[in-house]
């Protein structure tokens, strides 16, 4: 009740900062139970403070106990909803069934409005001039050359080209393809870069 | 088309070329990113950009593919893409971090008009801020004791840190600029144009904003 | 290393215990104290409670507890630490050392503690800085507190990143951080069925 169990909780969301776990709605639930019965304690113990003047003291010790929790679990919340932010980054908007049975369904929903909000602000860039070609979530490294050979390390199926060609990524082919239309693949781990 | 084509800048009556208008947006890009707060935008310039870049397409678009002035060009806008796509994630990084002293502030500053967020990201960051604090209430908040369900907003709001270090470069000769160090005498120095320094940010940061100083 | 509300590592630096000296009676508070055979608390009594509670405890008009420097920030690890703080096992010592000395240093009324952070900072970031240059050589340090091992880590990243550009000098496209990092813990997971 003191933090120890909340400590736990943290403890999980510091110890693998570059992959995504479970949500850990058990000791959530617990965690919130604790507080309501920290909680109801004070609301005794404040009411006989009359008698006991001393009980002061208890409820003062309780209280700082409650906010330590809330504290806590909304540091928790918190690490993890940057962490799903990065998933949007580096998975698209679309995650993959294993990665999306590790959110929770209110941590599915920020996600499903956070790939909104930034779709609405990538379309507002050069509205003005009916230009809608960015997609800030490509672009990621500086480019050094135009076309870069790569090797498919998963089955992928076709893929079609801007200029209307279409290749069949099967895995282990290789392919001699323009960057811009390979990094996404590539940093979603579809394909690989051979130098 | 060429980078010396002269484009007009809007509402002015002097023609920039888009050579010049790039410099600026790659000067902005290195602030921002090397600066620890949000930055007045460059709106104009972005846009100026996207406008070449949509006009450079199409011309691309028009030339044979194995053209190998296609390819030079391709190359040139994949350049410009990574500064703007660089440039605008950077600030929407900060947006997110500091959502609540920004908005706080941007309030203050729309209203004397000084406003850095362009009015996309001003939208963003209130979605941003606003889908936060559902998904705190909706897993949290409403499930705690009675008075403890607030979203605190002073509590939650994470300052950018404007005592860190910058290296900087002094575009113009500044005198005068009043270094305050905690636990120190307040110190003045001089910067010499095209002298760099390291410096703490906070003396300089309306410097850097000014265009007088150039992060570097 | 920020402190503000929702950064766990602030969380952490508060979690570490920190001896009190409570200054009234605290019924029914007896299981804070582990050898205290009672469910009360007596005014007087001598505990080791977590920084957060001691802070919140402290900050109260009239304060319910008052505050002892942890033995890590006494004389006996002082001296030592003024003398030669590079020999000195961080981890063991005290793995939030620098940011939990922060919060201690203001019951310090002799202000010494200050001081000896920023010594033991200056001697071991100089340690730091020139272990950086190879892997080897960091590996050999003693063992660190936990913001030194994030600034080696840092360092050590950067040293690679300017030794793979200026031998390639070409940036290859990777496959995003944690896409990598799942791929990883799924096959590791599948071996372990």
């Keep these: 009740m003191f933090g120890e169990k909340v400590i736990e909780l943290i403890k999980e969301a510091e110890r693998n900062p570059d992959t995504m776990d479970p949500f850990n ?110 997609d800030l979530t490509e672009n ?56 | ?77 994949s350049r410009i893409k990574y500064i703007i796509c660089n440039y605008l994630r950077a600030r929407l990084c900060k947006i997110e971090k500091h959502c609540i002293p920004i908005i ?56 950018p840190n404007l005592q860190s270090h910058v290296f900087l470069k002094a575009n113009e000769t500044v005198n005068g600029v009043v270094l305050d ?3 120190e005498q307040d110190e003045e120095i001089d910067l010499e144009e095209g002298s760099q320094h390291i410096l703490l940010y906070k003396p300089v940061a309306d410097l850097v904003k000014s265009g007088k100083v150039q992060l570097i | 290393m920020d402190n503000n509300y929702l950064s766990i590592s602030d969380i952490l630096v508060t979690n570490e215990k920190v001896p009190c000296k409570f200054l009234h009676d605290l019924p029914k508070m007896g299981f804070l104290d582990p050898s205290a055979a009672e469910d009360d608390l007596k005014a007087g009594s001598n505990v080791e409670i977590p920084l957060w509670l001691s802070e919140s405890l402290y900050s109260r008009r009239p304060p319910l507890v008052s505050v002892e420097l942890p033995k890590i920030y006494k004389d006996a690890y002082r001296e030592i630490l003024n003398a030669d703080a590079c020999t000195v096992d961080m981890h063991k010592l005290g793995q939030y050392f620098y940011e939990f000395g922060c919060y201690i240093s203001k019951h310090d009324i002799k202000g010494e503690v200050g001081s000896t952070l920023i010594n033991t900072f200056r001697q071991r970031f100089r340690m730091l800085l020139s272990a950086s240059v190879s892997r080897d050589s960091l590996i050999a340090l003693q063992p660190l507190s936990a913001s030194e091992r994030q600034r080696a880590s840092a360092a050590s990243k950067t040293e690679q990143a300017l030794l793979d550009w200026l031998h390639s000098g070409d940036c290859v496209l990777t496959t995003a951080n944690m896409v990598a990092n799942h791929r990883k813990r799924k096959r590791a997971e599948m071996e372990m069925v």
């Design chain 2, 104 to 159: 706080n502030e941007e309030r203050q500053r729309i209203e004397s008009g000084t406003n850095y967020l362009t009015p996309s990201e001003y939208k963003y960051a209130q979605e941003y801020l606003l889908n936060m604090e559902g998904h705190f209430k909706s897993v949290v908040l409403d499930k705690v004791p009675g008075n403890m369900q607030t979203f605190e907003m002073n509590k939650m709001a994470i300052y």
């Design chain 1, 25 to 134: 709605d058990e000791k959530l639930r617990q965690i919130l139970e604790e507080m309501q019965l920290l909680f109801k304690m004070n609301m005794n113990d404040a009411n006989a403070t009359s008698e006991n003047r001393s009980l002061w003291t208890t409820v003062q010790v309780r209280h700082a106990a409650l906010e330590r929790n809330k504290r806590c679990l909304l540091a928790y919340l918190y690490s993890r909803m940057n962490k799903i932010k990065t998933l949007r980054w580096e998975f698209g908007s679309v995650l993959p069934p294993d990665i999306r049975e590790l959110l929770s369904d209110e941590e599915y929903q920020w996600f499903s409005k956070y790939s909104t909000n930034l779709a609405t602000y990538m379309r507002s860039l050069g509205q003005d001039i009916g230009y809608s070609g960015i």
């Design chain 2, 1 to 77: 088309m060429d980078f010396n084509d002269q484009i007009e800048s809007s509402g002015d009556e002097e023609e920039i070329t888009a050579e010049a208008v790039l410099k600026t947006l790659y000067n902005a890009w290195q602030n921002e990113r090397l600066s620890p707060e949000i930055l007045p935008h460059c709106n104009e310039m972005v846009e100026c950009m996207l406008g070449q870049i949509q006009h450079m397409e199409r011309n691309i678009n028009k030339l044979p593919k194995t053209d190998l002035r296609a390819s030079i060009h391709k190359m040139e806008l």
């Design chain 1, 140 to 195: 990621l490294k500086p480019p050094k050359s135009l076309f870069i050979e790569v090797l498919c390390v998963v089955d992928y199926g076709k893929l079609e080209l801007e200029d209307g060609d279409v290749i069949m990524l099967k895995k282990n082919s290789r392919h001699f393809l323009p960057t811009s239309e390979c990094q996404t693949l590539i940093r979603q781990g579809v394909l690989k870069q051979i130098t």
């Design chain 2, 181 to 183: 160090l905690p636990g």
